[in-house]
């Protein structure tokens, strides 16, 4: 049964940086899957804010882009954002997700339960 669990999240002012991390159990995830960082917004849907898949390529949303950095370290079996340059807009619950293949496809078996970020201006 694979598990994650994300860590990281807090309060900050705009500006500021975290580093969102996501340990996996269960299987060598990082290695073999697609894995992506999610947030949701109060009031708001979810949204895709980077991937990264099993050959090491990453895809951002455009509102992350150059501001946040996906990473892998697949000896600790873990997924991590780098998140710099925040914005209030920045703001939700972040969620590191794991598909059960290595290409990134849009869907996502495995959820961590999240962890929150504040940002304030």
């Known amino acids: 049964q694979v598990q994650l669990v994300e860590s990281g999240g807090g309060s900050v002012q705009a500006g500021g940086s975290l580093r969102l991390s996501c340990a996996a159990s269960g299987y060598a995830v990082s290695r073999n899957y697609c894995m992506a960082w999610f947030r949701q917004a109060p009031g708001k849907g979810r949204e895709g804010v980077a991937t990264v898949d099993g050959n090491g390529r990453t895809t951002y949303a455009n509102s992350v882009k150059g501001r946040f950095t996906i990473s892998r370290d697949d000896a600790k079996n873990s997924l991590y954002l780098q998140m710099s340059s925040l914005k209030p807009e920045d703001t939700g619950q972040y969620s590191c997700?794991?598909?059960?293949?290595?290409?990134?496809?849009?869907?996502?078996?495995?959820w961590g339960q999240g962890t929150q970020v504040t940002v304030s201006s």
């Open positions: 997700a794991a598909a059960g293949f290595p290409r990134c496809t849009g869907n996502y078996n495995y």
